[in-house]
Structures are given as C-alpha cells and as structure tokens.
C-alpha cells in the first residue's frame, strides 16, 4: 500500500529514517542514506533535481512576499498576542455595540496618532474612507441615502477574500463573512452597498414601495366595506326570518282593530248627544 503511494524508495527511506533515528548511535538525516535521488511521492520531482529547486525558491519568495505589494513591507498589525475575536470582544464592551470590520482594522492597525501600520493597511484605510464620504452624500432627488453596511464596504476596500481570509481580521473574518468564505469562491462579491446602488435603481425602489403602500390602503379599505355590506346583509336577513316566523299581516292587524274600535266609540257618543 504505501509503494504504491510513494514509491518503492521512498517507503525505504521512511523506513531506514525510523531505524536510524531511533538509534543512539547516529542521527544522520535520511537523505544522506540514498543521496540527493531520493523520490519524495509520485510527484515527479525528485530533491536536487531542476523542478525541485524552482518550486523550492518559490516557496520561499512566496513566504518572504509583501502582501501589499513590492515596497510594501511585512504585513503588520497591533493585536499584540491577543487574537482578532477577542479584540472584537473587548470593542463590543467599549462601544456597547457589535463591532464592524472597520472598527475591528482601527483597533489592531491604525496606532493612537491616527498612523497605520504599513502602506497596505493605509491604503485600506483611505479607500474605507472614500467610500463612506460617497456613499454619505445624499441623491441626486434630495433624499438620504439608505444606512451604510460597513461590512460589505470594508469587504470590498480590503480586496475581498484571498485563501478564506480577509486583510485585517484575522480568525475573526470567518465569523463576519461566513456566507462569502464558505462559498468556495476566489473573491466572492459583496452585499451590494450604497455606493454601488445606482441612483435611478433607488428612485424605482422608492416608487414601487410607495405604490405597495398604496394598494395595502386600498385593500384595507375594501375590506372595510365588505365588512360593513356583511353586517347590513346579517341585519336584513334576520329581519326577514323574523318576518317570515310572524306571519303575513299579524305586526299591522293589532293597530287597525284599536282604529275600529275609536270610531265606535265616536259613534256612540254622537247618539247620546241626540
């Protein structure tokens, strides 16, 4: 099983490495024991060959590299050895709300004089702040514009996600951006902010929900009616059964005798003045 996943030298390497290392008399590294040939996996590179030494210098430019560019320097923050969640901990209880992602860089990258730590955390930075001034200004109809979702915005200033990670948060921008680092892509977009809304698209909003309210009125208002045209319905047909239940001319037959009975009486009083 394992020469066929390694190869036949290798798993003699590994194995000879154990025996020798466990020993007391030597602790030679293993490449010595089959020179610099020895087959690391099926790969097809071997150490010492020409492909192994590219990848190798790569692997270690790759890790001297300037994540903020040429110049830029070692990425650098102020967390100290606290991590990024309990930085966000300690923001929840300064400022008696969940903290944004910008908050979260200002604390652990822009020192008390207002500096940031490198050049890439200013860039950040200054591009953060050029969209929250855009995104503040009010539309060209003279309404305000919608509340800013810092996230989203801090998410697009920092570059978006780079290898499930998020310039700036640390371990904690797997908690603020569940959905985009989960989502297996290379730079998932962001919620769409207030900036990147186009201002006619906000105007049509704003008529379709003025026309929805219009029509929750107009529903509520025929409802009204209905209700009222049920009650005088209930009304008229209990009426009705009253009516039926009686009898034809029984409510009128009483009023009418009394009426005869008066001109009797009428009559009678005429004879005795006679």
């Not at 490449?31 to 990848?55: A, C, D, P, V, Y």
């Not at 500096?115 to 953060?128: E, F, G, L, N």
Request: glycine share 10%; with cysteine.
């Amino acid at each position: 099983m394992l020469s066929k996943q390694f190869g036949k030298r290798s798993v003699e390497a590994i194995i000879v490495g154990i025996y020798v290392g466990g020993t007391s008399l030597t602790r030679r590294p293993v490449r010595s024991l089959f020179g610099l040939k020895m087959k690391f996996g099926t790969n097809g590179w071997s150490i010492g060959t020409e492909q192994f030494k590219h990848k190798s210098k790569q692997a270690s430019i790759n890790r001297c590299s300037e994540t903020g560019g040429n110049g830029g320097g070692i990425s650098r923050h102020l967390g100290g050895s606290k991590s990024f969640v309990e930085h966000a901990m300690d923001l929840s209880k300064t400022l008696q709300r969940t903290p944004t992602a910008f908050d979260i860089f200002c604390k652990t990258h822009v020192n008390k004089e207002g500096k940031c730590v490198d050049s890439r955390a200013q860039a950040v930075y200054d591009a953060m702040l050029n969209m929250v001034e855009t995104a503040s200004q009010k539309l060209p109809d003279g309404s305000q514009p919608s509340p800013l979702d810092m996230d989203a915005m801090y998410f697009e200033a920092s570059g978006g996600e780079k290898k499930k990670r998020v310039y700036g948060l640390g371990s904690h921008a797997s908690s603020m951006y569940q959905e985009s680092l989960c989502s297996g892509a290379t730079s998932a977009p962001p919620p769409p902010s207030a900036s990147t809304v186009p201002p006619e698209i906000v105007s049509e909003m704003e008529g379709m929900k003025k026309k929805m309210t219009d029509l929750e009125e107009q529903n509520q208002s025929l409802l009204q009616q209905n209700q009222k045209l049920m009650r005088q319905m209930r009304h008229e047909w209990k009426r009705m059964r009253m009516m039926i239940q009686s009898g034809p001319g029984q409510t009128s037959q009483p009023q009418e005798d009394e009426e005869d009975h008066d001109e009797d009486d009428d009559d009678d009083e005429d004879d005795y003045d006679l």
